[in-house]
């Protein structure tokens, strides 16, 4: 697998476990399995945007459920980043609405300005870029989604900007 | 003005807050029923009112929530549907952004008409910024003690969360949703049992869409008939339509059902019309499952009769000559819109979002996707045309759940109406290598060249 030739820090900080058990409250307590989608999100955005096997595998030992249990969920899911991806990560949603109102041509023209493809990341590691299924912004396409955010009726300019940004720090990821 | 009782509110500055939204009458509907009615009471009020699921499926509320079994003596889950993922749906999304608390309230009053003291809201993960919303409205509500226990000292406990899915269409199905919500990946369970015997964790569940669930304060605090007095006949109240595509005002608009299509695309109020005055070509009127409807059969029915935003008459003469209201999900097309590569786009959405549970919909969702590249990418022949009706039909009806149906419908529409186009696209494969190819040349301009 990919996954081996990176090492990833696999801690979990007070913060990040104190996250997790507010989350596991919301459960009854022989039902933590519940909250393995929500616990995977936090500890993916507390570790660079991705889940290696063995942070994946202290997650099962945090929920107490076995290593299977957590990969095929991971596996599954979308959202959940099984390679180390940039840390702005935009996601072009390609479908219907976005497609006839121009998603593809603003996904290769952020491909174009960050030099890599659909599917890539920089060499940097700062930016990655992808194609997604409908995001639900039909009304404001074409757009891409940025950490817990949407970026919405994007043009070739906000794109200029948002790249911007994001070299110089100013972008908000994660809404804390 | 038409009558709004979802978005009436939605202007107010800061009534994304808990003190702006109590303020201007938020949380009485908890009041009325907590303090006035019992529990079926609220049942038999939603009941009147007609209010059909807003997901999609149509399926009266009241109905459902009657099927919940309080006999068993187990735990009863009301579980929100907020996993909005049809493309050409974006209208939960708007509600729980901007007032939050409309929902938490409705969640309230049907939890406690079902008997359910552990409450879910299941968001898509892609909607992080609103799960972050719904969780601190959620903190708000318990602060002022609209949730916890003996809630207005009624006796009535009810814990409410919120929980996030992680990208995976298939989970707004209810018991894909339950599965995810237990820790699983999203493959929707073989009914029966349904979820108001057996769903989440094995209890009695409840399933509901946000903008059914929105509703349930409006019906409290008036009443059934009074929601049932709202829009025309079987299709009571409003709806909230999602508007996309090549039209003036794209957003979320709350209509009363019944307008005409004619009046939502091309008034001021609503869509605003046409972008830049092009031709109308087709319509998706609820969400990319439902049969795409061609121009001349989107004012009118085949009968000559307007067509109206409603079940019963955006579904007027079948999928012959009529398509869905669906989730409200209303995507307009004009004249530079190519209808094969919009089918391509959809069926790569159903490929991808199948969860590889059924053969026909895990296999057939990929040829469909396969099958349609070829052809919209020039490189298709005229058995691939038959061959595409072959597959759609192989698939339709042979799923556990309806993703497969909502993978064939939208490739059965487009050959019914547009077939036209399918063979364009095998005869002329050089006009159709770029694909903005009717951008820059309408087909109506050569559609001549078919029978040349």
Known sequence: ?176 | MATKILLDKIDIPGIKSYEVYRQNGGYASVEKALKTMTPDDVTEQVKASGLRGRGGAGFPVGLKWSFIDKKSGKPRHLVCNADESEPGTFKDRYLMEHIPHLLIEGMITASYALGANLSYIYIRGEYMWVFKTLERAIKEAYAAGWLGKNILGSGFDLDLHVHCGAGAYICGEETALIESLEGKRGNPRIKPPFPAVSGLWGNPTVVNNVESISNVPWIVMNSGEDYSKLGLGRSAGTKLISASGHIRKPGVYEIEMGITVDEFINSDEYCGGMMDDRPLKALVPGGSSVPILPAHLIYKTANGEDRLMTYESLSDGGFETGSMLGSGGFIVYNDTACIVRNTWNFARFYAHESCGQCSPCREGTGWLEKVLYRIETGQGTMDDIDLLWNIQSNIEGNTICPLGDAAAWPVAAALRHFREEFEYHVLYPEKVKDRNHFVKEPFENVKHLINK
């Open chain 1, 1 to 176: 697998m990919e996954t081996k030739k990176y090492k990833q820090n696999i801690d979990i900080t007070p913060a990040l476990q104190e996250r997790i058990n507010e989350l596991l409250s919301h459960y009854p307590a022989d039902k933590k399995k519940s909250a393995l989608l929500p616990v995977l999100h936090e500890v993916q955005d507390a570790h660079d945007n991705w889940l290696s096997a063995e942070l994946m595998d202290k997650v099962a030992e945090i929920l107490e459920i076995t290593p299977i249990e957590v990969y095929e969920v991971v596996t599954f899911y979308t959202m959940y980043n099984q390679k180390p991806m940039g840390k702005y990560m935009f996601e072009f949603c390609l479908t219907s609405c976005c497609g006839i109102r121009g998603a593809d041509d603003m996904m290769e023209y952020a491909c174009e300005k960050l030099g890599i493809q659909p599917g890539g990341t920089t060499e940097d590691g700062m930016f990655s870029v992808v194609g997604v299924q409908c995001l639900g912004a039909c009304g404001y396409a074409p757009m891409m989604q940025l950490g817990d955010f949407y970026k919405e009726h994007l043009t070739k300019e906000k794109i200029d900007q948002i790249i911007d940004d994001c070299k110089s720090g100013k972008v908000i990821l994660h809404d804390k």
